[in-house]
């Protein structure tokens, strides 16, 4: 378990990890491993970082389904409360498109699950079509009124997976959430040389995607991300880890 600092925010999970958000330099963005497992979780708290990101991918990957709202709702807050047992940092989930959950029983799970925030994206893993996005933004303030301050709420953009790939249509889904209640905003796969524009007009916390080929965390931050996530690609580089381990058993 990693120790609590004298630097460290003191409160609630939602709190800290709240406060984590806040008063960042450029260059200096909150990074959050993505654990798949309570293994995984461990090494990355006992490594020094203050919260972890549970990513929807890796979690289904490692539990045999796919990933898109594939695994069954009851197996992810399952997996979720093994992660935020295991450790004594902050945890906020992946949780998709909300599995079809009314507002008030999705909070309750996330809780129940001992999240400290949570994902939620605006496409409709069914049809693989973005959400109308006054729909979305009402569906991020009921969230917002049952969570109250108990959850932080990253509300993923996905204009750039699956819409148009402008700052402007991210940026003009990110204001409406922001307004909604979202603590923070993820135009997820948005080229790092977008980040700095959309950063400068949304004016809250701003998650950027991690993964090999694009900048480094540190560069993400100083070009406007306040907050660096992997996805599920921490866990993908672990089973490559382990399939060459396997080959070479093999051979």
């Known amino acids: 378990m ?107 799970r996330l809780l129940e699950a001992g999240a400290a925030g949570c994902n939620l994206e605006d496409s409709d893993p069914s049809a693989a079509t973005l959400v109308d996005p006054v729909r979305q933004a009402d569906r991020l303030a009921a969230v917002r009124a049952a969570a109250g301050t108990a959850l932080v709420i990253n509300a993923r953009v996905d204009t750039y997976l699956r819409g148009p790939r402008t700052p402007a249509a ?35 916390p701003l998650n950027a995607l991690c993964k090999p080929g694009t900048p480094s965390p540190r560069e993400l931050g100083a070009l406007g991300a306040t907050r660096v996530t992997f996805g599920g690609g921490l866990q993908a580089q672990a089973l490559e880890a382990v399939r060459a381990m396997a080959a070479g058993m093999v051979g």
């Open 2 to 108: 990693t120790e609590r600092t004298k630097d460290t925010p003191v409160g609630t999970g939602a709190d800290v990890l709240r406060a984590l958000h806040h008063g960042r330099v450029a260059g200096d963005p909150l990074v959050l491993p993505g654990p798949w497992d309570a293994a995984s979780a461990r090494v990355f708290a006992d490594a020094g970082f203050p919260a972890l990101a549970t990513p929807s991918a890796g979690i289904s990957a490692s539990l045999g389904y796919e990933d898109g709202e594939g695994t069954p709702p009851g197996e992810m807050f399952a997996a979720i409360r093994r992660i935020t047992r295991a450790v004594d940092v902050p945890v906020t989930a992946d949780v998709e498109a909300g599995y079809g959950l009314p507002p008030a029983e999705l909070v309750e």
């Open 170 to 204: 991210a940026i003009d889904r990110a204001l409406l959430y922001a307004a909604a209640g979202a603590d923070c905003v993820y135009p997820i796969l948005a080229p790092a040389t977008h980040l700095t524009t959309i950063a400068e007009a949304v004016r809250v």
